[in-house]
């Protein structure tokens, strides 16, 4: 299983931006989809968004449609999380996942029985 390392978290305001990087220590990451997950306080952690490993399409929650943007630098084995327009409800550990296997559809992803591997998470904090 890949290793992967978030950075990026932070504080900030609400209306504020935050880009979250994971880097995986896999060499095979190239045939990885990957995604992001979150978990608040008192809450289950949920999908958030993901990347196919193929051609970039990309898969996200209602609630960050618009605001948030999933990207992957293979040749740098990174995924990012472009995250605009921050809300307080989006305060939460943010988790960078790959799935189990290879070649993985992402649309599959935001079930987390898929996941395989899992980031130690970042926090994300937006002030109102």
């Known amino acids: 299983q890949a290793q992967l390392v978030e950075s990026g978290g932070g504080l900030v305001q609400a209306g504020g931006s935050l880009r979250l990087s994971c880097a995986a220590t896999?060499?095979?990451?190239?045939?990885?989809?990957m995604g992001w997950f979150r978990q608040a306080p008192g809450k289950e952690r949920e999908f958030v968004a993901a990347?196919?490993?193929?051609?970039?399409?990309?898969h996200y929650r209602d609630s960050v449609k618009g605001r948030f943007t999933i990207s992957r630098d293979n040749p740098k084995n990174t995924v990012y999380l472009q995250m605009n327009s921050l809300k307080p409800e989006d305060t939460a550990v943010y988790y960078c996942?790959?799935?189990?296997?290879?070649?993985?559809?992402?649309?599959?992803?935001?079930?987390?029985?898929?996941?395989?591997?899992w980031g130690q998470g970042t926090q994300v904090t937006v002030s109102s």
């Open positions: 896999d060499h095979t990451f190239n045939f990885y989809s």
């Open positions: 990347i196919s490993w193929i051609n970039g399409l990309t």
């Open positions: 996942a790959a799935p189990n296997q290879p070649y993985s559809d992402y649309r599959r992803m935001n079930d987390a029985t898929t996941i395989g591997s």
